[in-house]
């Protein structure tokens, strides 16, 4: 008997083995491919908010997200078949310059979570691209990570060649260890996002405006 409850659980716990085979007795059970995914969503959220308050760390976050990847690639068939879409697309990467990653994906793992489509674009990604890649997949989103000090400022050669581009419907995101909501209102962000756990809120209300 499917239990969502548990694939919350398990999912929240990292447990891959329950979390897969909790999503499977739901898909057997033929329950709603929307309300498995709420499910879902409700656990990577919850590690979203554990992570803020410094209950969990980024160990904890990387095995749940892989828990809930391994268990949404199981429910992917049924979301298409009942056209199911995400709430939004992201493009998201590391600003030009700097080859770090480690946050990035940590973010990308939590919008999708969050039922929100990611392109991931990278490392190293000249301003250019980002526009590019927003324009072609529709995003709503774009999200700029930096690690460096010196190529933070790169951040701001995105969020022109955005406007420039005449994209001020796409929202721009950004975070990265030295990145602060002084900078980022500075450059022109929409948002930021000080850690992985909080960059779903932040998309969040940036889709909402």
């Known amino acids: 008997m499917a239990d969502l409850e548990g694939l919350t659980t398990s999912i929240e716990t990292g447990d891959r083995a329950a979390a897969t085979r909790a999503t499977q007795q739901a898909i057997d059970d033929g329950l709603n491919p929307q309300a498995i995914l709420d499910a879902m969503t409700a656990a990577m959220n919850n590690v979203g908010g554990r992570f803020q308050r410094n209950e969990i760390f980024v160990p904890e976050m990387l095995i749940a997200a892989r828990a809930m990847k391994e268990a949404t690639a199981l429910l992917e068939p049924l979301l298409v ?29 939590m919008w999708k979570g969050a039922n929100i489509e990611v392109i991931d674009l990278g490392t190293n990604v000249p301003p250019e691209r980002y ?34 581009a005449g994209m001020g419907d796409v929202r721009i995101i950004v975070g990265g260890a030295p990145v602060t909501a002084e900078f980022a209102r500075e450059i022109g962000a929409d948002g930021y996002a000080p850690d992985a756990g909080s960059a779903v809120e932040v998309a969040k209300a940036a889709l909402a405006r």
Not at 96 to 104: A, E, V
């Open 131 to 164: 526009v590019e890649a927003a324009r072609s997949h529709d995003a709503r989103i774009i999200g700029i990570s930096a690690l460096l000090t010196t190529t933070m400022t790169g951040m701001g050669d995105v969020v022109r060649a955005v406007r420039d």
């Open 81 to 109: 078949a009942a056209d199911i879409r995400p709430e939004a697309t992201a493009v998201i990467g590391t600003v030009k310059g700097d080859l770090h990653d480690i946050g990035k994906n940590l973010v990308g793992m």
